[in-house]
């Protein structure tokens, strides 16, 4: 017999466990999340879970402290309720930019949150795009890394319409990107055999969102680029890329990036470079302020549900 499924979501972003919940004809689950003026948070689970399998929709994103904080108290609540199987999707996973002692002295933040989500009790893990796929290598329960890319470049093809393939380059925004390039372009032209472009950058480790642009590996003279990368933030690696790209003649471009974690000018410096259209996802929920009207949001709530319909089936 299948256990019953049950979906909660986490405030960090609601909507994308909402619409989840939706293609799946489930109902969200009751809890109630609580924020003290102290800043500490509660949760509650206000719905039997025993013999449940029960699914945490919640992104790490800012704030990021406080979200995984009502991550790793969801556990615990459904823990004390019998739930039978506790699941944590998580469409944004912070701290994974902290993947290894970039310099000595440094703590490896991702694998201490790793190191927290096996001990309160989650038996599995989902995320999307993770900032580099050996993360995966250190959960010791059940780990999945969804991935959007071949979401995005559904996307960005419907928008370029009818073009030749040989008018378009995809570009990964740095040389760590190169697989996820290689991901999207694999789904954007339906086969691997495509040339890809390679920004590369270096990061300047001792100031906090700085990095140079140091050269551009390949050909975009005369083309549409699309440049591929899982991460904005200050949206300096992008720019740094775009500036790249027009320098060597690209005639168009457009930007596939998974993760939205904006800092706060980030929206107004993309609206304002010389891309044409900014394509991401939900992982991360977007206020009203960081829209912007180059930028295309793409939901991966179908994609979330489709890794849980068979459980309800
Ligand atoms: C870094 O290697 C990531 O893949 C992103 O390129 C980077 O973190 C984006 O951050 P920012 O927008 O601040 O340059």
């Known amino acids: 017999m299948k256990e019953k499924l049950k979906l909660f979501s986490g405030t960090s972003n609601e909507p994308l466990a909402r619409n989840v919940a939706g293609i799946l004809h489930l109902p969200l689950g009751k809890s109630e999340i609580i924020q003290f003026d102290n800043s500490e948070v509660r949760v509650r689970v206000t719905e039997p879970v025993k013999d449940s399998v029960a699914v945490v929709i919640q992104t790490t994103s800012n704030p990021t402290n406080s979200s995984l904080m009502e991550l790793f108290f969801f556990c615990d609540a459904l823990k004390r309720g019998e739930a039978k199987r506790i699941v944590g999707v998580i469409p944004y996973f912070g701290y994974a930019r902290q993947n290894i002692q970039h310099r000595e002295g440094e703590a490896v933040s991702a694998h201490v949150i790793v190191r927290f989500l ?14 580099d796929e050996a993360t995966g290598g250190i959960f010791s329960v059940p780990f999945k890394n969804l991935t959007a890319l071949p979401l995005l470049a559904s996307e960005v093809k419907k928008h370029l319409g009818k073009i030749n393939r040989r008018d378009i380059a995809v570009v990964s925004a740095d040389q760590g990107g190169v697989e996820r390039g290689r991901i999207f372009g694999s789904a954007f032209f339906g086969t691997e055999d495509f040339p890809l472009v390679v920004a590369e950058k270096k990061r300047d480790l001792n100031t906090k969102h700085r990095s140079t642009a140091l050269d551009l590996h390949g050909e ?15 949206g300096g690696t992008l720019l740094d890329a775009v500036a790249l790209c027009e320098k060597a003649g690209a005639k168009n471009i457009i930007a596939a990036i998974v993760h939205s974690d904006f800092s706060v000018k980030a929206p107004g410096r993309l609206q304002e470079s010389p891309i044409s259209a900014f394509f991401t996802t939900d992982t991360i929920r977007l206020a009203r302020r960081q829209r912007f009207p180059k930028l295309r949001e793409v939901s991966v709530a179908p994609l979330i549900a489709q890794e849980f319909q068979e459980s309800i089936q």
């Open 220 to 234: 975009v003279e005369g083309k549409t680029v699309i440049i591929v990368d899982d991460i904005v933030t200050s």
């Open 118 to 131: 096996e001990a309160v009790g989650y038996d599995e893990i989902y995320v999307f795009d993770l900032h």
